[in-house]
């Protein structure tokens, strides 16, 4: 199949090369000619998948109408702050044949207007409907499925008929897709995940130890939940790979950048200084405001989210914070 993917990042590329072992295709949508240069000479990002080196097949413009023709399959990778601005682009390049099955590896809500990335996708391309697009996320760090590192992930529609297509497109012997119809607890996963790893880095950052951060996973997973509850999810979703699976890998791994905000912040640097070193986004730091935006319109709490926007946004500090947090009014684990 012919593949377009919108967005040269990490994460993009990687998906990029599962696509061409599966036999597919692939071309790439960037702004950035200097991307372009850089991709089509080196074959590699040295800045963000240093040592992985990408097919030679691989073409790269920034003509999206051109980088979408003949499109069978569009996948969207790009910064969740982003996605509108892009999606608008995409919307002025509708095909005239078949509508192809649009992927969004993107996690996030949008910042100001508390929107997943499907439904920022379905605002700004009015020529999509539910059945087009999938949404793509698990815990998968590019920084290993780039070198084939058995990994597993979710592709979530409310037409199952559309995830088992992107699941027989994207699954082989070192990524293994399963899928389900529960689109708003997937997304809801992704995106507020990033959040708690900011917590969790500060934990590390603090040199808090493993009880630490268990519990910080686990009700951060209640609150994901509990959101999710509230806007129409499906409760078994966030024990699922989508849910604690990323979450589990989010908050630990070495290669979370959302993780290694937390740790500096925890070390007592501020936002401005991380923000000012760091080559590549840190999706949870946006999030973070969309996320407390999202659960105070519909009247859900979430301490752990909450406290995180006090540390970043507000400049108290995590000490002060953590203390806030245990000395919460005590309450049954059921609630």
């Known amino acids: 199949m012919n593949v377009t993917i919108i967005g040269t990042g990490g994460w993009g590329l990687t998906l990029g090369q599962v696509l061409f072992d ?40 920034t003509d999206m109408k051109k980088s979408l023709a003949g499109a069978e399959v569009v996948l969207f990778v790009v910064p969740s702050q982003f996605m509108g601005n892009v999606a608008k682009e995409f919307a002025k390049c509708k095909p005239e044949g078949q509508i192809p099955l649009v992927v969004c590896a993107t996690k996030g809500i949008l910042e100001g207007t508390n929107q997943r990335m499907s439904e920022v996708l ?12 999938v949404t793509l996320s698990g815990p998968t ?10 990994t597993t ?23 293994r897709v399963y899928t389900s119809t529960d689109q708003v607890g997937v997304e809801l996963c992704g995106a507020i995940k990033n959040v708690i790893a900011i917590a969790s ?8 130890g493993d009880n630490t951060r268990a519990a910080l996973i686990t009700r951060g997973q209640a609150e994901i939940c509990r959101l999710g509850r509230a806007l129409g999810a499906n409760p078994r979703t ?10 589990i890998v ?23 200084q991380i923000m000012g070193h760091m080559t590549m986004i840190a ?12 659960a105070d319109s519909v009247h859900v709490e979430l301490p752990i989210v909450n406290a995180v926007y006090e540390v970043l946004f507000n400049n108290k500090k995590p000490a002060d914070i953590i203390e806030m947090l245990m000395l919460r009014d005590l309450k049954s684990e059921e609630e």
């Open 141 to 150: 760090h590019a920084e290993e499925v780039s070198r084939r590192v058995y």
């Open 153 to 175: 992930i979710v592709a979530a529609c409310p037409h199952e008929a559309s995830a088992q297509k992107v699941q027989q497109l994207m699954s082989n012997n070192y990524l």
């Open 122 to 133: 379905f605002e700004n391309v009015p020529w999509l409907s539910s059945e087009h697009v």
């Open 201 to 208: 880095g500060v934990l590390y950052g603090i040199g808090a």
């Open 238 to 247: 966030f024990a699922g790979l989508a849910g604690m699976g990323d979450l």
């Open 283 to 294: 999706e949870g730091v946006p999030t973070c405001k969309s996320a407390k935006a999202l």
């Open 22 to 61: 599966n036999g597919h295709q692939v071309s790439f949508w960037t702004f950035s000619q200097k991307e372009v240069d850089l991709l089509s000479t080196e074959h590699q990002y040295k800045d963000k998948l240093p040592g992985v080196i990408f097919p030679e097949s691989f073409t790269y413009t």
């Open 250 to 272: 989010t908050c630990l791994s070495q290669h979370s950048r959302n993780r290694y905000v937390g740790e500096c912040i925890g070390k007592g640097e501020t936002l401005e």
